[in-house]
């Protein structure tokens, strides 16, 4: 890509002085404090770089720089603490023996002792492995499968652990030592900031390994000042707002000069493009370590273009709505033959016209990924999720878009959808069967006695308009169950308002005959009366699968069954829960069920989309969330094992 190989620079750094600091102008109340105070005391990461490290009993790095600036700007000595490693800093910190962490992140355990100064670092967290692993686009996909190191006492660690249960995280005293084991094989990746496994693989492993792969989420570290130290807390506050941006780049770019392989985050797409190119040192190059450099790049850049034809996702660049470049699979997508043809043509030629206004409103912002319909180059209209980020490359403003081609997706869905309509269907007929077996028998019992009554002579006006009375209020109780039958299946896309306590006591007359011919109660824990705005008939057919996974986890259960139904509610969200005490989901299969086609039943019995579906209609459609679990708990006081569904649906 012609674009792509104009931004192939060479950059050199040095160490440059920063501007002198000026003191702050403090009030008296904190110079006073300051006055008494005399020192501060700091510990620090020991083995952190390029953020800090201790060097022959010296704090070196990026916060060495920062606190260089914070004692001038303060007045009074930070004085340096050993220690040997980060998880010894936070017991100092703990135990007081020192008033400030140099750099750390917010985490919940942190916050009892310490609290935290406005961020002075934005650090991405990224994942590193060998050479011959692939991209990797979310961690979710891996923690559960591979072991990854983290080092000990980290607030990535600390997220991780806390959002991926089933992690396979051990812990490591180092960055170094972590990336020491995944360079051996003896671990398949490592988790840490950027900068510092950056730093550590251009040090020590530059052709064995590399980053593949980012957190969604970036970690701000600020300084930690010890909780019962208000006074402190506000004092570096105030002297980290008041170092500009001009020092702050002057400070990193001291100590950071990477090479940094990425995948394709397109949020900091051309960000990461540049990290990836730059090979930088202090000083000047020497003519055959320029051409070595050169080599590398483009051997970088062939590479990249590999890896960019290698995605599911078409990749555009604008300026001005007129198309710059594309990769390969735009090309393929949109019908054409070769990019020559995509360049030079304007967005309205890809976008159809009846979601061009929508694209264009959003071609100004940053945005995150929505649905609009595309034009292909013989005209034909496809579904295509689309997403699009703003940057300048080399004074040139431009428009960086991605498009997947969702037409596939969304027949899948449709396919399922009828599956899973026609497998409620199947269960519905059943259900009919078992609600109209007793009204059907009243029936035949009261008109048959009439007709003995007329035949015998025997027959009473009273007696009769009694059982003629019993006979239609059983019709009519036939004809609302034939009603609400009917507009369960009905196909209702609109939204509207509903109590969703009246839906589930409604939906469950539906269920009554099925529930007592199963020996099933029902018990209702709490039923607050919650209205909200959504679709009525998709979390009836999302309740619908998780009642009949419900009885037929207690198919074979002897003794008593029950249903527990919770409703409550959030600042923001409806909260149902329904459990049983069918002795819970197995922990092999309990991550897999909202999976399409996975079913723990015998294939006569199961076809593994119920759930699927009833996640897709909670998440995808009614904006909500659903998550499953298995509880112990006690009721009349017998303790059970059971499955929880949780659904969360915004109010």
């Known amino acids: 890509m012609a674009l792509l190989k104009s931004l192939v620079v060479i950059l050199s750094f040095c160490a440059a002085c920063f501007a002198s600091s000026s003191k702050l102008n403090l009030s008296s109340e904190y110079i006073n404090y300051l006055s008494n105070k005399k020192e501060i005391t700091m510990c620090i990461d020991p083995n952190w770089m390029p953020y800090e490290k201790i060097q022959k009993g010296k704090n070196e790095g990026i916060t060495a720089d920062y606190m260089q600036i914070i004692k001038e700007k303060i ?55 060998k050479m011959d692993k692939l991209f990797i686009s979310d961690i979710e996909d891996i923690i559960n499968i591979h072991t990854l190191a983290v080092v000990k006492g980290y607030s990535s660690g600390e997220y991780l652990r806390n959002k991926y249960p089933n992690n396979k995280l051990i812990d490591v005293a180092s960055t170094e030592e972590g990336i020491e084991l995944v360079a051996k094989g003896k671990i398949f990746g490592f988790v840490g900031a950027m900068p510092s496994v950056a730093y550590v693989i251009q040090n020590k492993y530059m052709n064995e390994l590399k980053i593949v792969g980012k957190l969604k ?38 100590y950071i000069s990477v090479k940094f392989e990425k995948g394709f985050d397109y949020n900091l797409f051309w960000k990461v493009l540049f990290v990836l190119l730059v090979l930088s040192s202090y000083g000047v190059y020497k003519h055959n370590e320029l051409i070595t450099t050169k080599n590398k790049l483009e051997n970088s850049i062939k590479n990249f273009e590999v890896l960019l034809n290698s995605t599911m996702e078409a990749i555009f660049v604008y300026e001005n709505e007129i198309c710059l470049d594309v990769n390969d699979v735009a090309v393929n997508m949109f019908g054409y033959e070769s990019k020559d043809q995509m360049i030079g043509l304007r967005i309205d030629d890809f976008a159809d016209q009846k979601t061009l206004k929508r694209v264009k409103e959003n071609f100004s912002k940053n945005v995150t990924p929505y649905e609009v319909l595309a034009t292909k180059k013989n005209g034909d209209i496809f579904n295509v999720l689309v997403q699009g980020t703003n940057t300048n490359i080399n004074g040139r403003n431009v428009r960086i878009s991605t498009a997947i081609d969702t037409t596939t997706m969304k027949n899948q869905e449709k396919i399922l959808l009828q599956q899973s309509k026609m497998a409620a269907m199947g269960e519905m007929i059943d259900n009919i069967a078992h609600q109209w077996r007793q009204p059907l028998s009243l029936i035949s019992t009261v008109s048959t006695g009439l007709e003995l009554k007329l035949e015998f002579n025997t027959f009473k006006k009273d007696e009769a308009l009694a059982e003629l009375k019993n006979l239609n209020e059983t019709t009519q109780h036939l004809s609302q ?26 939906n469950l007359t539906l269920f009554d005959g099925m529930f007592k011919n199963s020996r099933i109660d029902v018990i209702f824990e709490n039923e607050e009366d919650i209205i909200i705005t959504n679709y009525e008939n998709e979390l009836t057919q999302a309740l619908l699968n998780i009642f009949y996974n419900a009885r037929d986890a207690m198919d074979e259960l002897k003794g008593d069954k029950f249903v ?36 723990t ?24 969330s659903i998550e499953a679990a298995n509880v112990l708990f006690t009721y009349q006081n017998v303790k059970y094992l059971g499955a929880q569904f949780t659904i969360k649906l915004p109010l």
Request: glycine letters at 6%; proline letters at 3%.
């Open 217 to 254: 989420e970036n970690f701000e570290l600020g300084t930690a000042v010890r909780k019962d130290e208000p006074l402190l807390l506000e004092i570096f506050n105030q002297a980290i707002s008041s170092i500009d941006y001009s020092t702050k780049q002057k400070i990193l770019n001291k």
């Open 564 to 599: 527990f139904i919770n409703l409550s509610k959030t600042e923001n969200n409806i909260v149902i829960q329904i459990k049983d005490n069918g002795g819970g989901i197995h922990k092999d299969a309990i991550t897999k069920i909202f999976e399409p086609y996975f079913t």
């Open 75 to 129: 007045g009074i000595p930070i004085r340096f603490i050993p220690t040997q490693t980060w998880t010894q800093s936070l017991e100092f910190a703990k135990m007081r023996k020192c008033d400030i962490l140099s750099i750390a992140t917010t985490t919940p355990s942190r916050l009892k002792y310490m609290n935290f100064t406005q961020a002075y670092v934005n650090s991405p967290i990224v994942i590193s492995t």
């Open 601 to 624: 039943k015998h294939n006569s019995q199961g076809t593994g989309i119920g759930l699927y579906m009833t996640h897709q209609i909670i998440e995808k459609n009614m904006k909500g």
């Open 481 to 506: 169950t034939i009603d609400d039958f009917r507009n369960f299946f009905k196909s209702n896309k609109v939204q509207n308002d509903f109590s969703v306590l009246k839906l589930i006591r409604k």
